[in-house]
């Protein structure tokens, strides 16, 4: 068997792959992860992988043939056991004896339950009879670019027979489900010896006796299908008819991207509030600087998981790539008739194909924004789903690309899209979906959040399911801080980037980071700060300065930055303040600190007088005395308070404690739990007021 390939990765491991012999689920958990790892075989969360092997029929005590397949939901690149559904075989495929037809397919969901032999499994998919129809011991089923362009194409048939010698069979386009796994199983009869099934715009079903023949053998047709679309790029005609337009350079595109990306989100978010993502690759750019793309781009996808991402077609923007954006307003006036037509057209979509019983119409929005030049946007409920939004039509891109090299790129039909869009089992699966939390949809710019307040600020945030920019002057602290936040939450959710709050360019390329990333910002906290305690006779001009611009113009610099996006959003937003007890209470060695303090307060209260008509509220939470994990209690300030004091510095915290009216001491978590308080929707009619979390201290009661 072949083990070098040009246009996949072959990454079996001999020994790896003996150390699992005898145990098939373990080999098809091996050989689906294998799969999944290469996105040129299929995308996230797409395909499914099946074994079936003997096992003690827990009733009978009787040897019994089970199968093992993906559930519903997952992805083969993580697939764990738990991802999977065991089902008996004999059960699964005596359902033939009750099936009453294609009209009433989606009733035999239901039954797939009775059929289940390990009650832990996951639920089984709609692709579960695709695989125990056919007789094989070990199946792929997978979404390659290569092999749905082939069968994507006009001449899709005619060409796989071509290509694999009658080896590969076809079945045309259906909506996958238990009369398509009747269609595999008669393919199969009529094509004795065959090694493989290509669904007609869909993708590809391969098999083998064992898990490592499967596995090849799927490298192998995958690999004959990417090396037939290579000798054939450009052959026919120049790759999507050519370029027409050229991408500004890497800095300006990104520059362009970031200063539209929050109009954009804002235009998107009317139903509900979006997280975006964007990308330049250069697959992106090949295609939306081409001659072809106002042909294509219209028609949409033809792989159902490619569509169920993307929605019914991407927004192609009529703008320049030197487009001036530095005028939000007209800028968003300009695209609006675009987006309204869009809107229109998706509404037409779907009162024309509905039926009786269709889910209502979900948002009209798209999901994929393409900006000829520049790049590509894509807007979901979170990261992750915008992010794999952009990986899908990319793989979009691709199939046409391969389709338009040997034949004509054929898409889905409107009817079958929407029957795929709006299928009741879809429906239902989405509203089985877990709530989402309180934050989904937001994302929230902290500053000095690589330690100490700021990071408990940006973990709360993002446990009540908001994306973050995380960002810090020290970059080696926001170093650490960056690996413990993908260790603990991934890769979606958070964004870092160093910043000081007095360097304008600073800001606004955290910003511009956080639209590339994210869309836009919903949440300002201002938390970087700096402590001097001094005698006032003690004190330097230079001290003064430091404190007041740090903590007064650096959180103005801020604001004023994080509210130019939000304007532009027009979706509000929150401002929230981390200032101080000292604000409101006069101590001794603390003159520039406690009216910096007061002054960042009264700014606060300035800024929520002059934003409310913005829907952008400005609160402040004053906390007192949080030493965890502190920079700014670190050396000089903590000596300083502990002279003021006569305590020992060890002994602060316990001094804090014991002065407060709840004698508690005051932890980051405190203060992120306020900031949550203000922003986590109970709040929202409530601008300019100040939250004290100290323990009690009755002297900064606000009054």
């Given at each position: 068997m072949t083990t070098t390939f040009k246009h996949v990765s072959y990454l079996w491991d001999e020994t790896m792959a003996a150390s699992l012999a005898g145990n098939e689920v373990d080999l098809l958990i091996y050989r689906s992860n294998l799969l999944g790892a290469d996105l040129r075989l299929t995308n996230y969360g797409g395909g499914n992988t099946s074994c079936k092997a003997m096992a003690k029929d827990p009733l009978t005590g009787n040897e019994t043939e089970v199968m093992w397949v993906k559930g519903s939901g997952g992805d083969i690149g993580t697939l764990k056991k738990s991802g999977l559904a065991a089902l008996y075989v004999d059960r699964l495929r005596s359902l033939t004896r009750v099936y009453r037809g294609i009209e009433f397919e989606d009733e035999m969901v239901e039954l797939f339950n009775h059929c289940i032999y390990d009650l832990a499994s996951k639920a089984p998919s709609i692709d579960t009879p695709l695989h125990g129809f056919l007789p094989f011991k070990h199946i792929d089923h997978l979404h390659p670019d290569a092999a749905i362009a082939i069968a994507a194409a006009k001449d899709g048939k005619k060409i796989t027979r071509e290509l694999f010698g009658g080896k590969v069979g076809w079945i045309e386009w259906?909506?996958?489900?238990?009369?398509?796994?009747?269609?595999?199983?008669?393919?199969?009869?009529?094509?004795?010896?065959?090694?493989?099934?290509?669904?007609?715009?869909?993708?590809?079903?391969?098999?083998?006796?064992?898990?490592?023949?499967?596995?090849?053998?799927?490298?192998?047709?995958?690999?004959?299908?990417?090396?037939?679309?290579?000798?054939?790029?450009?052959?026919?005609?120049?790759?999507?008819?050519?370029?027409?337009?050229?991408?500004?350079?890497?800095?300006?595109?990104?520059?362009?991207?970031?200063?539209?990306?929050?109009?954009?989100?804002?235009l998107c978010s009317g139903t509900t509030r979006m997280i975006g993502h964007f990308t330049d690759d250069e697959r992106v750019l090949e295609f939306t600087n081409a001659h072809d793309l106002a042909r294509l781009a219209p028609l949409g996808t033809s792989c159902p998981d490619h569509f169920l991402r993307t929605k019914i077609s991407p927004l192609v923007l009529n703008l320049s790539t030197d487009e001036d954006l530095s005028n939000g307003k007209a800028i968003k006036e300009k695209l609006l008739p675009a987006f309204e037509t869009y809107r229109q057209m998706y509404a037409a979509y779907y009162n024309t194909c509905k039926h009786p019983n269709s889910p209502a119409m979900r948002d009209a929005n798209p999901v994929v924004i393409l900006y000829p030049?520049?790049?590509?946007?894509?807007?979901?409920?979170?990261?992750?789903?915008?992010?794999?939004?952009?990986?899908?039509?990319?793989?979009?891109?691709?199939?046409?690309?391969?389709?338009?090299?040997?034949?004509?790129?054929?898409?889905?039909?409107?009817?079958?899209?929407?029957?795929?869009?709006?299928?009741?089992?879809?429906?239902?699966?989405?509203?089985?979906?877990?709530?989402?939390?309180?934050?989904?949809?937001?994302?929230?710019?902290?500053?000095?959040?690589?330690?100490?307040?700021?990071?408990?600020?940006?973990?709360?945030?993002?446990?009540?399911?908001?994306?973050?920019?995380?960002?810090?002057?020290?970059?080696?602290?926001?170093?650490?801080?960056?690996?413990?936040?993908?260790?603990?939450?991934?890769?979606?959710?958070?964004?870092?980037?160093?910043?000081?709050?007095?360097?304008?360019?600073?800001?606004?390329?955290?910003?511009?980071?956080?639209?590339?990333?994210?869309?836009?910002?919903?949440?300002?906290?201002?938390?970087?700060?700096?402590?001097?305690s001094k005698p006032l006779e003690d004190h330097t001009e230079q001290d003064w300065d430091l404190l007041y611009d740090i903590l007064v113009k650096g959180q103005f610099m801020v604001t004023q930055a994080g509210v130019e996006v939000m304007r532009k959003q027009d979706l509000g937003g929150d401002v929230i303040n981390i200032v101080s007890k000292n604000a409101l209470v006069s101590g001794p060695n603390n003159a520039a600190y406690g009216s910096a303090k007061a002054a960042q307060l009264h700014l606060s209260r300035l800024n929520a007088a002059e934003l409310g008509p913005d829907k952008i509220r400005v609160n402040v939470v004053n906390p007192d005395a949080v030493i965890s994990d502190s920079k700014i209690w670190e050396g000089a300030w903590a000596e300083g308070r502990a002279k003021a004091y006569g305590v020992k510095v060890e002994d602060l915290a316990a001094y804090y404690a014991k002065r407060t009216l709840l004698n508690e001491i005051i932890l980051p978590e405190d203060i992120a739990n306020a900031c949550f308080a203000f922003v986590g929707g109970l709040l929202h009619k409530s601008t300019g007021n100040v939250l004290n979390v100290d323990g009690g201290v009755a002297m900064a009661f606000v009054r």
């Open positions: 259906q909506r996958p489900g238990f009369d398509l796994g009747l269609k595999l199983k008669q393919c199969l009869d009529e094509n004795p010896g065959i090694r493989g099934i290509m669904l007609g715009s869909h993708g590809l079903f391969t098999w083998g006796d064992t898990a490592y023949e499967s596995y090849v053998n799927t490298l192998e047709v995958i690999e004959t299908c990417a090396e037939y679309l290579e000798t054939n790029f450009g052959k026919k005609r120049p790759v999507f008819g050519g370029m027409v337009i050229k991408s500004l350079p890497k800095e300006d595109r990104l520059k362009q991207a970031a200063t539209l990306a929050p109009i954009l989100r804002g030049g520049v790049g590509m946007f894509t807007f979901a409920k979170d990261k992750q789903t915008a992010r794999v939004a952009a990986e899908f039509y990319i793989n979009a891109i691709n199939v046409m690309k391969g389709a338009e090299a040997v034949s004509e790129y054929t898409s889905l039909p409107r009817q079958e899209a929407f029957n795929i869009e709006y299928w009741l089992l879809e429906e239902a699966k989405l509203q089985r979906m877990p709530k989402p939390k309180p934050l989904t949809g937001k994302v929230a710019l902290v500053t000095g959040s690589a330690g100490g307040i700021g990071k408990g600020i940006a973990k709360k945030f993002i446990e009540e399911g908001a994306c973050v920019l995380i960002s810090d002057n020290d970059g080696d602290r926001l170093a650490k801080t960056d690996a413990e936040f993908k260790n603990k939450y991934g890769k979606d959710v958070h964004a870092t980037a160093v910043m000081d709050v007095l360097k304008g360019e600073q800001i606004n390329s955290a910003l511009h980071k956080t639209a590339l990333a994210f869309g836009g910002v919903d949440i300002v906290v201002n938390c970087a700060g700096i402590s001097i």
